[in-house]
């Protein structure tokens, strides 16, 4: 619904606008970018950006500000596009509509008579998000950080903001330079903005909208909207796929090493696409790994000390109030026996018509003692979800980016800014940790939160929560191994090392999903003994389905039905019972199976009802003979990954170990969006010192299509390779391309 919420909303603006209600015509804006100002305020920085033979930028700051203006120098010379993005979204300034004939018949036909809806969100998809950024008043909730966030945090970021700005000057016909100068604001901002969209926030935006749309005309009249095809851009933004990471105690393996694997799947491009960089500095910061266009810190990494991967997960972190309108007076609510007025918060959406002329169009949004609301003039909603009132995620992760052990990592985490995501630990002194990390309310027992709550009881807004120690974790298991793929948190090791939920209030709303992935973990792992390198190596590149997962019972309800009248399906499921579930290269059923499998997964993510298997079965068998002529087709004709004119068969597929995601197509060619982008091997031997591999799915030139590093680890990645990271000094010194400044 996230989707029907963004395009609803963005539509109701639209419609107001287009018939001539509060808008206003402005030119440009009243942002000043003075070039010379941030040429001239470089110099104050000291700092190095060391490129190595992969184009990897390795920043070299004698403070860690220095570092942090190196880091989003570098960022933005490799992906400004969306680090431009990034922080338009973070202002609710996306909006790109460009007013046309066109545009203006696409929305009026979906008025009369559904119209166009693929022309139309061509249009509208900066309204829904900009819709989304006022609702939940994310300016609002910035706008007195001073008072909150520590000096230290702040001289960060904004050593990072300028970084980004000095870049800018150097490059002005390059930018859109009514956007700058960026400001450590911005960088807050987008922070309060993206985290409830990694924990399933869509989810609770999902269920408001078709609740408002029960009660409401004027939602109605749009819900076509929900399957359109701004969802799918905006899920492929904000949503990924999956995530993998596990780590193997030195009593599990072969050669006496802590071995950790880091693997989060995101989108393969965009503006939550992988970003590679190695940050270092006097003061003690020395992180290399991922990270996003526009964030400042390393969000899955390591340093000499330790690493961590992590995963989203999906806990219950927020709730759905109905709330009682007053009759006389639908600008208040009930609350305790008595009315009470919404907070209305007037907010200015800036729609772009062409050039420099733009619309800003004011629009009310309201606000109750629970949370956002939404209303009309019969019935009212609010939303209250976790990290709605957070603005320092920035020091929780600069503290994990400059943390030495175990208990430091910990106490990052304790000040629960960090809303969700399962973390997996690893460190030199052999220590393994697993926590399925969430900020969860307490809620009053006597109440099914899985439902709307009655929004009259003051009683039953929750402001208070469990703490860091109260949340699901495991350290150091005797099996010696932790895994995490995006599953419960109470199947993460071996049997009689994992937590037993029933010591954890139902209140707290875990997810029950099981994935392929972690299946295939927990039997890979749990049946090696003593676990190499090597097949360390292998077990992150595994391809199969598990007998034991969703995927292959959805299979047997295929494999069960009598198609003994029909030659032509009886055919197809004797072919399927053939495959042995594994999606390598030269597998000539996997193509078939993933015709199958693909609707279960999206089903599965979007948490919608399985879609029939038999009729799933008969749609691919009909599919594959009009595109093919047979079922028997190869895995590496069907199966790529494609950057500019590169198209390389690659491995993998949806829910598996080697993840790779693709949107079917009307030729039954699939070519990855999503999955296993950015993935990083560390190791420390029994003398503590560090090794680390990774690879990126393209190279670290993100949008340069002129750049040799716009694909050039994109063979490795297909091959199963990986590069050295350079993370020593030495090596990077062996192995270095350029250094900015010289």
Same mark, same amino acid.
């Given at each position: ?354 050039? %420099? #002329?733009?619309? +800003?169009?004011?629009? *009310?949004?309201?606000? &109750?003692?629970?949370? !956002? ?5 019969? @019935? ?108 419960? %948190? #109470?199947?993460? +090791?071996?049997?009689? *090392?994992?937590?037993? &939920?029933?010591?954890? !209030? ?5 997810? @029950? ?230």
């Amino acid at each position: 619904m996230k989707k029907l919420s963004f395009s609803l909303l963005g539509l109701v603006v639209l419609i107001l606008i287009f018939f001539g209600l509060a808008a206003n015509i402005n030119y440009k804006n009243n942002r000043s970018f003075n070039t010379e100002e941030f040429i001239d305020r470089a110099e104050h920085y000291n700092f190095k950006i060391i490129r190595d033979t992969f184009g990897v930028p390795h920043i070299r700051g004698e403070k860690d500000v220095d570092a942090a203006f190196g880091f989003g120098f570098a960022q933005t010379e490799d992906d400004y596009q969306h680090i431009e993005f990034s922080v338009k979204m973070a202002r609710g300034e996306l909006s790109d509509l460009k007013i046309s004939l066109g545009s203006l018949g696409a929305i009026l036909s979906l008025i009369t008579d559904g119209g166009d809806i693929e022309k139309l969100t061509s249009y509208i998809e900066g309204v829904e998000l900009d819709f989304l950024n006022k609702f939940m008043n994310v300016e609002g909730i910035v706008r007195n950080y001073e008072n909150t966030i520590p000096t230290s945090t702040m001289e960060y970021i904004k050593g990072y903001a300028d970084g980004v700005n000095y870049w800018a000057a150097l490059n002005p016909s390059k930018v859109d330079q009514s956007m700058f100068p960026v400001t450590e604001m911005d960088l807050l901002k987008g922070m309060v903005f993206q985290m409830p969209l990694f924990y399933g926030f869509d989810h609770n935006i999902d269920e408001l909208m078709n609740l408002m749309s029960g009660e409401s005309e004027k939602f109605t009249s749009v819900n076509s909207l929900s399957d359109n095809i701004t969802v799918a851009k905006i899920k492929s933004h904000f949503k990924p796929s999956g995530s993998n990471a596990f780590a193997v105690a030195k009593s599990r393996s072969s050669n006496n090493k802590t071995m950790l694997v880091i693997n989060s799947h995101q989108p393969l491009t965009g503006p939550v696409a992988w970003y590679e960089a190695h940050i270092k500095s006097n003061e003690g910061l020395n992180m290399m790994g991922g990270t996003f266009p526009g964030s400042p810190f390393i969000h899955v990494g390591f340093n000499e000390n330790l690493g961590w991967g992590a995963t989203v997960n999906q806990p219950d972190l927020g709730d759905i109030y109905e709330l009682t309108l007053n009759p006389e007076n639908t600008n208040e609510y009930l609350l305790d026996g008595e009315w009470k007025s919404f907070k209305t918060v007037k907010q200015i959406f800036k729609i772009k018509l062409f050039g %420099p #002329f733009y619309i +800003s169009y004011p629009m *009310d949004m309201y606000f &109750s003692d629970h949370g !956002p609301v939404l209303k009309d003039e019969n @019935k009212a909603y609010a939303l209250r979800y976790v990290g709605m009132s957070d603005i320092d995620q920035a020091t929780a992760w600069y503290r994990l980016n400059k943390s030495t052990n175990l208990e430091e990592w910990k106490d990052a985490l304790r000040m629960q800014e960090i809303a969700s995501l399962n973390l997996l630990y690893a460190d030199k002194e052999d220590n393994i940790f697993f926590v399925h990390n969430m900020k969860s309310p307490i809620r009053n027992s006597d109440y099914d939160w899985t439902k709307v709550i009655p929004g009259d009881d003051s009683s039953l807004i929750w402001n208070e929560f469990y703490s860091f120690d109260d949340i699901p974790q495991i350290l150091n298991p005797d099996s010696g191994y932790l895994f995490s793929a995006n599953q419960n %948190p #109470f199947f993460v +090791s071996a049997k009689k *090392d994992n937590l037993d &939920s029933n010591l954890y !209030p139902i209140t707290m709303g875990f997810q @029950k999903r099981t994935t392929n992935r972690a299946h295939r973990l927990f039997e890979l792992l749990d049946d090696d003994l003593s676990i190499s390198y090597k097949e360390m190596d292998i077990y992150k590149h595994d391809n199969k389905f598990s007998y034991n997962s969703r995927q292959y019972k959805f299979l047997e309800r295929i494999f069960n039905h009598d198609y003994s009248t029909n030659n032509k399906f009886f055919e197809a499921q004797s072919f399927l019972k053939e495959w042995d579930l594994a999606t390598d290269k030269d597998n000539m059923h996997a193509a078939f199976g993933v015709c199958m499998l693909s609707p279960e997964w999206l089903a599965e993510i979007k948490r919608k009802p399985q879609p029939n298997p038999l009729t799933t079965f008969e749609d691919c068998v009909e599919e594959f003979y009009e595109n093919f002529g047979r079922l028997d087709i190869k895995w590496s004709e069907v199966n790529f990954l494609e950057r500019g004119s590169k198209l390389i068969s690659v491995q993998g597929g949806p829910d598996v170990l080697r993840a790779i995601y693709a949107p079917r197509s009307d030729d039954g060619i699939l070519k990855a969006v999503a999955g296993d982008g950015l993935y990083v091997y560390v190791t420390w031997d029994e003398n503590k010192n560090q090794q680390s591999e990774s690879i990126h799915q393209f190279g670290s030139a993100t949008m340069d299509v002129n750049s040799i590093h716009y694909d050039d680890q994109m063979q490795m990645y297909a091959d199963e390779e990986l590069k050295n990271t350079f993370f020593d000094f030495q090596a990077l010194a062996e192995n270095t391309e350029s250094i900015f400044p010289e």
